[in-house]
């Protein structure tokens, strides 16, 4: 199985798989462990039981993982492959299916284009809040980048309309640097 990329089209759905085996294979070397210990010394004091127990630890920071990742899917592979096509040999940082994790929110986002110190993305999800996550990438971008403009497009057609205007934009430096301290903000 190939390994997606954070940022790659097709992420959130690998992820949710990737992560849900590793939760059922964590959780059976739990049952293991413990039965082997019961089922070999008739007890549970036993080292058996101990590794069962330091055993459920990263079962369950998986577990919270799948359970905040699960409810959101990929973006389009279409509209994935349009963008793509729109900005082929423009150096702009393309970057899709994100879960943005906050302290107070996590976000569904499936596209971010970064180009010219400028951050566009697309949330067509009717529970985003776009005010929130525009100031959230800016407290985050601001202290390391200047970043001249971030806006995020509900409607797909002005979104695609944006990204066609990128072509325009001349690169900054630190775009590639922008997008992957973006990727640091995500599941």
Same mark, same amino acid.
């Given at each position: 199985?190939? #390994?997606? &990329? =954070?940022?790659? =089209?097709?992420?959130?759905?690998?992820?949710?798989?990737?992560?849900?085996? $590793?939760?059922?294979?964590?959780?059976?070397?739990?049952?293991?462990?413990?039965f082997t210990g019961y089922?070999?010394? =008739?007890?549970?004091?036993?080292?058996? $039981?101990?590794?069962?127990?330091? #055993?459920?630890?990263?079962?369950?920071?998986?577990?919270?993982?799948?359970?905040?990742?699960?409810?959101?899917?990929?973006?389009?592979?279409?509209?994935?492959?349009?963008?793509?096509?729109?900005?082929?040999? !423009?150096?702009?940082?393309?970057?899709? @299916?994100?879960v943005i994790t906050s302290?107070? =929110?996590?976000?569904?986002?499936?596209?971010? !284009?970064?180009?010219?110190?400028?951050?566009?993305?697309?949330?067509?999800?009717?529970?985003?809040?776009? @005010?929130?996550? $525009?100031?959230?990438?800016?407290?985050?971008?601001?202290?390391?980048?200047?970043?001249? &403009?971030?806006?995020?497009? $509900?409607?797909?057609?002005?979104? /695609?309309?944006?990204?066609?205007?990128?072509?325009?934009?001349?690169?900054? /430096?630190? @775009?590639? @640097?922008?997008?992957?301290?973006?990727?640091?903000? !995500?599941?």
């Amino acid at each position: 199985m190939k #390994m997606i &990329q =954070k940022g790659e =089209k097709g992420y959130i759905n690998h992820r949710k798989l990737v992560l849900l085996l $590793t939760v059922l294979v964590l959780m059976i070397s739990v049952a293991v462990f413990f039965f082997t210990g019961y089922i070999r010394y =008739k007890s549970t004091k036993t080292i058996f $039981t101990v590794l069962a127990v330091l #055993m459920v630890l990263p079962a369950a920071k998986q577990f919270v993982m799948y359970a905040v990742i699960s409810s959101y899917k990929s973006a389009d592979f279409e509209m994935y492959d349009y963008i793509k096509s729109l900005v082929d040999n !423009c150096d702009v940082q393309i970057i899709s @299916d994100l879960v943005i994790t906050s302290p107070e =929110k996590v976000t569904n986002i499936d596209f971010i !284009c970064v180009k010219g110190a400028k951050i566009i993305g697309y949330a067509p999800h009717k529970k985003v809040d776009i @005010d929130f996550i $525009t100031n959230n990438l800016r407290n985050v971008i601001n202290p390391y980048y200047k970043i001249n &403009q971030i806006k995020f497009y $509900t409607e797909y057609d002005k979104f /695609k309309n944006a990204v066609e205007n990128m072509k325009d934009v001349e690169s900054y /430096k630190y @775009d590639e @640097d922008i997008a992957n301290l973006i990727l640091t903000q !995500c599941v």
